[in-house]
Each structure stands twice: as structure tokens, then as C-alpha cells.
T-cell receptor, first 111, second 112 residues
Framework: EDKVVQSPLSLVVHEGDTVTLNCSYE??????LLWYKQEKKAPTFLFML????IEKKSGRLSSILDKKELFSILNITATQTGDSAVYLC???????????FGPGTSLSVIP | SAVISQKPSRDICQRGTSLTIQCQVD?????MFWYRQQPGQSLTLIAT?????????ESGFVIDKFPISRPNLTFSTLTVSNMSPEDSSIYLC?????????FGPGTRLTVT
């Protein structure tokens, strides 16, 4: 059965800290790993990772995929209160028929 | 990219009634996905809707409870039937376009 696991499930940090969110997956016919940020209702897309070892960056956020060990990390440097959200990791399949979501990591950044 | 709109954005409904949620995409897409997110939970896939064929439901979800229409390549509806308080959730429409997954703004449903 396909599954995506995230850790930690929740995290509280102070502004300026650096955080690392973990995602491991077991997805048959794996195609890509997606990261989303969810604040209110709809998740907003952060990264799509398809190749191992290639870091993707967007401002203070970066992510990398290890297809051998079946995991990905999302790093956030110099955290701000606006980074407080649930971060979702998801795996997609080559059949394009579904996206498998992890439980999410709830990040709280306190001033 | 794909821009998705959903209607209604929120609703409060009485137990035993039904609500139909509409999803409109600004691009033609083959598959549209309907997700549910119960309070404090991650997204759970309800069904995949392909144009011109019956929707494919995930384990635990049935057509009688969540009928779906997909009349064309840019539109779909999800009906939540005979609602109970346990159906109180955010319902999200999603599409895959250009290799990325996009989500609608969601419909927040409260059943009293």
C-alpha cells in the first residue's frame, strides 16, 4: 500500500531558527515528490522533485530528494512568523491517477 | 498553470440534506480529483473524475454518498448526500496540469 510519512508532526521554533522537515515515502511507480504549504484552506505549491540530489530553492526554502533512500527534506532558514503553517508532502505516481499525501507537519514560529 | 474556482466557498447545512460543490478550471484537463480534509487531518482523496466515464472512488467512499459529475474537460461537481455532522470538512477540487498539482480554494462545509 502506498504511503507517505512525515516527521515531526508538529514543531515550535523561534523566529530566526532553521528547521528541517522530513518526508519518507513508499509509492509504487513513483514519479515525483511534492511539497505544499497550507495555511487556511487550499494548499499552495512549493516544490516538485523528480531527480535525486538536485536541490531546489525558493528564497529561504529549499528541498532535496533521495530516491535511493526514499525520502525528502524541506529546509526553512531564518524562519518568520509567516512561515507558520502545515507543510504537506505528497508522492505522485507515473499513472497520474492519484496523489498520496502525508499527514503534514504543523510548524509554529513564535516571535 | 491552472486556475481553479470552487462554489460555494462555505456553507452551513442541516443534517439529512445534500450539497453540490462546483469546480471550474481555466484549462482543459483529463482528470479532476476531489479531496476531503477533516479538521486537523491531512487531505484524503475521495475520487478521481474523468470526463466521459464514471468516477473512480477510493476505499471508504461510495457513489451514493458522493456522486460526481464530469460533463466536460473544465468542470466537475461533487455532491455530499444525506449529510451528517461527520461530513463537516473542507472539500477541495484538484487537477494535474503541466506536471504540477493545483488546488481550488476549497469549500468549508459545516453540518449541524
Amino acid at each position: 500500500e502506498d504511503k507517505v510519512v512525515q516527521s515531526p508532526l508538529s514543531l515550535v521554533v523561534h523566529e530566526g531558527d532553521t528547521v528541517t522537515l522530513n518526508c519518507s515515502y513508499e509509492v509504487t511507480n513513483f514519479r515525483s515528490l511534492l511539497w505544499y504549504k497550507q495555511e487556511k484552506k487550499a494548499p499552495t505549491f512549493l516544490f516538485m522533485l523528480t531527480s535525486s540530489g538536485i536541490e531546489k530553492k525558493s528564497g529561504r526554502l529549499s528541498s532535496i530528494l533521495d530516491k535511493k533512500e526514499l525520502f525528502s527534506i524541506l529546509n526553512i532558514t531564518a524562519t518568520q512568523t509567516g512561515d507558520s503553517a502545515v507543510y504537506l508532502c505528497a508522492g505522485t505516481k507515473t499513472s497520474y491517477d492519484k496523489v498520496i499525501f502525508g499527514p503534514g507537519t504543523s510548524l509554529s514560529v513564535i516571535p | 498553470s491552472a486556475v481553479i474556482s470552487q462554489k460555494p466557498s462555505r456553507d452551513i447545512c442541516q443534517r439529512g440534506t445534500s450539497l453540490t460543490i462546483q469546480c471550474q478550471v481555466d484549462s482543459q484537463v483529463t482528470m479532476m480529483f476531489w479531496y476531503r480534509q477533516q479538521p486537523g487531518q491531512s487531505l484524503t482523496l475521495i475520487a478521481t473524475a474523468n470526463q466521459g466515464s464514471e468516477a473512480t472512488y477510493e476505499s471508504g467512499f461510495v457513489i451514493d454518498k458522493f456522486p460526481i459529475s464530469r460533463p466536460n474537460l473544465t468542470f466537475s461537481t461533487l455532491t455530499v448526500s444525506n449529510m451528517s455532522p461527520e461530513d463537516s470538512s473542507i472539500y477541495l477540487c484538484s487537477v494535474e496540469h503541466g506536471g504540477e498539482q493545483y488546488f481550488g480554494p476549497g469549500t468549508r462545509l459545516t453540518v449541524t
